[in-house]
């Protein structure tokens, strides 16, 4: 069984600090990890995924990952945060094409 | 390429009624699964079909159903609506290539209030 917890509800940061989103994963096999962003009435979009490909990986908009199997994480960062980051973030973990599993969600706060 | 489609976006109904929700996935992409979110349980997986069949699913009660067409378009149907199926259900479409690293593409949701 595959499971994600996202270990901070919500983070604050301020504009041009960095975001640091912290997630921890469970699976019995090697899974594909994906964070997704959500802004307010929107539809969820692809940040990053990882594929075992690289353990770190770069998304969109300056965010990367880094996998990290002996700790089972796959926490999110970004040099420096803009106003528009503002979201909530989710991690997510699919060990079957088709189905994934959520973490609780990640509300980012960024402070002008 | 057009994205994932959802209709209707917005729904309103009553305890007892039956809804039911389409889903075009994006052009090419043969599997199509759906989410519930609510603020309480966060977004939790209900089915995924392929193929016009239904390949995996998630723990919600049979008032919970869904078909997929030829064309790989989806529906998804609640009979019997209760208070608690309020919530926003999202689609996703994926190529399905096979294995875990298949990337789900996302709609915006149809946003459903039960009164």
């Known amino acids: 069984a595959q499971s994600v917890t996202q270990l901070d509800s919500h983070v604050s940061v301020s504009e041009g600090t960095p975001v640091l989103l912290r997630c921890n994963y469970s699976s019995s096999y090697s899974p594909s990890l994906f964070w997704y962003v959500q802004h307010p009435n929107k539809g969820l979009q692809l940040l990053l995924k990882?594929?075992?490909?690289?353990?770190l990986v770069k998304g969109i908009n300056g965010f990367e990952a880094e996998f990290k199997k002996s700790e089972t994480s796959f926490h999110l960062t970004k040099p420096s945060a803009h106003m528009s980051d503002a979201a909530e973030y989710f991690c997510?973990?699919?060990?079957?094409?088709?189905?994934?599993?959520f973490g609780d969600g990640t509300t980012l706060t960024v402070k002008p | 390429k057009a994205g994932v489609t959802q209709t209707p976006r917005y729904l309103i109904k009553t305890r007892g009624q039956q809804v039911t929700l389409s889903c075009s996935p994006i052009?090419?992409?043969?599997?199509v699964s759906w989410y519930q979110q609510t603020p309480g349980q966060g977004l939790q997986f209900l089915f995924e079909?392929?193929?016009?069949?239904?390949?995996n699913k998630g723990n919600f009660p049979g008032r919970f159903s869904g078909r997929q067409f030829s064309n790989s378009r989806s529906e998804m149907n609640v009979s019997t609506l209760e208070l608690g199926d309020s919530a926003l259900y999202l689609c996703?479409?994926?190529?399905?290539?096979?294995?875990?690293?298949?990337?789900?593409?996302f709609g915006p949701g149809t946003r459903l209030t039960v009164l």
């Open positions: 079909y392929f193929s016009e069949t239904q390949r």
């Open positions: 996703a479409s994926s190529l399905s290539q096979g294995g875990s690293t298949d990337t789900q593409y």
């Open positions: 052009s090419g992409h043969r599997s």
């Open positions: 997510v973990v699919s060990e079957d094409a088709g189905k994934s599993t």
């Open positions: 990882y594929t075992s490909a690289a353990t």
